[in-house]
């Protein structure tokens, strides 16, 4: 996510986090949030009058932005948990909060906030005459409905903010059934918003800059009827979506967006369906026939475009971990002996070697550039020979040989594909045989979230700039996105220490603790931490990287130089 993003694509190379960070790239490019269409009558998209502002087309021509990425499996921000969903909601949806390129807390909603000396009581001043795509203006009693909303089922244990924020006073006995309130969030008047926590969290303002923390109305969630809040968003962000069918969905931009109007009038959502070589190499090649703005990069595609006139290629480092996952409950990946020799016997530098562009071989989980990265390595080195002792101490070896597994990743490229085919081979050489099972993005979602699969690809991107983002959320044993039903009580002591003390070196020396215990008990193999790749056209500006990832960029502030000819359907141009 996003924000925060949140659970990433399914693919550990480079080329799955680009992937993933492309989705969230999208989502990015619209970092302040956006509007969704309202319940009135209007048009087949559910767009009224009052949704479109009365503006008029600019007379140039209208600016179309178009981008290929996967079917967003929810545009409720409360469920966010994907890359894929959560960039089209960022452009849909506002917070109180927002993210500089640097990581630094800007006026979002929220135009200004006080703390008191201690670090327990925020007080937010809400910008006046914001308002929901709907027509209605923001009030803070909006950020009481919505962030109280985010402990309840499904979305405390579906979502990613409410472990961010549980330092709030109240939300054990509300989460309990104690009390029907959250004590620490209240509203002070129309325009106040005080926010109490019962310990310092000096990430609080990073958390309420997710995309799942942002502002709903309460009376379109709670609509009856036939337009579920998760297809029919209604939001306060700088577009607002008029159309979304089959493998097409269309934003159009909101000529009252309280931060001002955007410079680009639709953004074109492209979500085809059974691609046999991926998304992002689908969207490559619109970008090579000028029939896309922008495009994540395969890096078997990059030498490709590279040179060409009309494309320029942007490459940052993003806080990303790609990694191939274990669920520790399926035997025989139950018995640490065997997590272990996997992790033994997978040849990593072979791996990155194949198409090593934009990696870095990772030593651990947090990547560079998050507090508490270190280079001392933790992980496992390749040794075959030890894998396979390993495995003889569990009982496997050539006349009881350990049982064939599948790993699940979501549909690939070329260069995946290879270097995926490359890490079978290396553990079929320690007698680990592995099958590979390439799905879409939304099926393998769901296997991943139904805790289905024995082995899995995915990449992860920070949400948030703490390791948090990375330790607490995918290996405290409650946790929503601990995919791997990995439980340690030490780990969640430490944890727990690391999220409670205001000391800094102690919450590191947890932290490198934890870190340590996870990759030594193996529910994981940390692979690399991969750059992302992005194509653009050259009529295309405006573009601000983030190390979260594409999901925190301001997508209102992309222009498109020229006029785009169109074969949009008529909602786009709205």
């Not at 452009?91 to 640097?102: A, E, I, M, N, Y």
């Not at 000028?290 to 395969?298: E, F, Q, R, T, V």
């Not at 194509?535 to 405006?542: A, F, Q, T």
Request: aromatic share 8%.
């Amino acid at each position: 996510m996003v924000p925060r993003k949140r659970a990433f694509d399914g693919q550990f190379s480079p080329v799955a986090i680009t992937a993933a960070l492309v989705l969230i790239i999208v989502a990015a490019l619209a970092a302040p949030r956006l509007r969704t269409p309202g319940n009135g009558a209007g048009s087949k998209a559910g767009v009224t009058e009052q949704e479109r502002g009365g503006a008029e087309a600019p007379s140039a021509g209208p600016q179309v932005f178009r981008y290929f990425s996967e079917q967003p499996g929810t545009l409720d921000p409360a469920l966010a948990s994907d890359a894929y969903s959560s960039i089209v909601i960022a452009q849909l949806f506002s917070p109180l909060v927002g993210l500089t390129s640097d990581l630094e807390p800007v006026p979002q909603v929220a135009e200004s906030w006080t703390i008191s000396r201690d670090g327990l009581v925020y007080v937010f001043q809400l910008h006046r005459g914001v308002r929901f795509h709907n027509g209605r203006e923001v009030q803070a009693s909006d950020f009481v409905y919505s962030l109280t909303r985010l402990f309840k089922e499904p979305f405390r244990s579906q979502g990613l903010a409410a472990g961010y924020l549980d330092a709030i006073v109240g939300v054990p006995e509300f989460v309990s059934g104690r009390s029907k309130e959250i004590r620490g969030i209240r509203a002070l008047d129309r325009y106040r918003l005080e926010v109490r926590l019962s310990r310092p969290y000096g990430a609080l303002l990073s958390a309420l800059a997710l995309d799942q923390a942002s502002v709903v109305p309460r009376e379109c969630v709670e609509a009856r009827g036939k337009r579920p809040f998760a297809k029919y968003p209604v939001g306060c962000g700088p577009f607002r979506l008029t159309y979304w069918h089959d493998e097409r969905l269309v934003l159009a931009s909101n000529h009252q967006y309280f931060l001002g109007k955007p410079t680009i009038d639709s953004i074109v959502f492209y979500t085809p369906k059974g691609s046999a070589d991926g998304v992002d190499t689908e969207g490559a090649k619109a970008l090579l026939r000028g029939d896309a703005a922008m495009a994540n990069l395969p890096l078997n595609l990059l030498d490709e475009l590279k040179g060409r006139p009309s494309i320029r290629i942007v490459r940052w480092q993003d806080l990303s971990l790609s990694f191939i996952g274990m669920n520790v409950a399926k035997p025989p990946l139950n018995d640490a002996r065997v997590r272990r020799a996997i992790a033994l016997a997978m040849g990593r530098e072979e791996m990155l070697g194949l198409w090593p562009a934009g990696k870095v071989l990772s030593q651990g989980i947090l990547p560079p550039g998050l507090p508490g990265y270190s280079t001392e390595g933790r992980t496992y080195p390749h040794d075959p020979g030890a894998a396979r002792r390993l495995l003889a101490s569990a009982g496997y070896g050539p006349g009881h040989p350990l049982p064939s597994m599948t790993l699940w990743k979501a549909t690939a490229n070329q260069s995946v594909r290879q270097v995926d085919s490359l890490m079978v081979r290396t553990l079929a050489d320690s007698g680990i045989r592995v099958k590979l099972r390439y799905v879409s993005w939304a099926a393998l979602d769901s296997i991943i979230t139904g805790r289905r699969a024995q082995l899995f690809g995915l990449a992860w991107v920070a949400d948030i700039p703490d390791p948090d983002t990375f330790l607490r959320s995918l290996f405290y044993s409650t946790s929503g996105t601990n995919y791997f039903r990995y439980s340690d009580r030490r780990v969640d002591s430490l944890l727990n220490v690391a999220q409670r003390t205001a000391d800094p070196e102690a919450r590191m020396s947890a932290y490198r603790a934890v870190e340590t215990r996870v990759v030594q008990a193996a529910p994981l193999v940390p692979l690399f931490h991969s750059s992302t790749f992005i194509g653009l056209r050259e009529e295309v500006s405006g573009l601000e990287v983030n190390p979260l990832g594409i999901s925190t960029l301001a997508m209102e502030k992309l222009r498109v130089g020229k006029s785009v000819r169109t074969r949009e359907p008529r909602q786009a141009l709205r």
